[in-house]
């Protein structure tokens, strides 16, 4: 499985961007998908997952409404909407397919992850 994380770019403070995930292997269509992101120096953390069937999404607190997450099973692709996008948001963002069709905050819950999508937000 690869999966192919695009749509990262640098913009300012206030500005939007929406990151697309598209999978290989159309058996990821029954998986949960999955966000995070690593800043220089920090830890992966997550941003978003959701469900198989988008019926279960949970966002990272730092997130919340400012990102939404949705997917397109018929294309195999998971987005990350960006809104009010702000510094602190600055990392790169990784794609990853659960293990589950329900979803994880847990990135041990993931088994196949993107290369990443540079996201930078100037002030």
């Known amino acids: 499985v690869q999966l192919q994380a695009s749509g990262g770019g640098l913009v300012q403070a206030g500005d939007s961007l929406r990151l697309s995930c598209t999978s290989s292997?159309?058996?990821?269509?029954?998986?949960?998908m999955g966000w995070f992101r690593q800043a220089p120096g920090k830890e992966r953390e997550f941003v978003s997952v959701i469900s198989w069937n988008g019926g279960n999404i949970l966002l990272a607190d730092s997130v919340k409404g400012r990102f939404t997450i949705s997917r397109d099973r018929s294309k195999n692709t998971v987005y990350l909407q960006m809104n009010s996008l702000k510094p602190e948001d600055t990392a790169i963002y990784y794609c990853?397919?659960?293990?589950?069709?329900?979803?994880?905050?847990?990135?041990?819950?993931?088994?196949?992850w993107g290369q990443g999508t540079q996201v930078t937000v100037s002030s």
């Open positions: 990853a397919a659960g293990r589950s069709s329900i979803g994880s905050r847990d990135r041990n819950s993931y088994n196949y």
């Open positions: 292997a159309r058996t990821t269509s029954n998986n949960a």
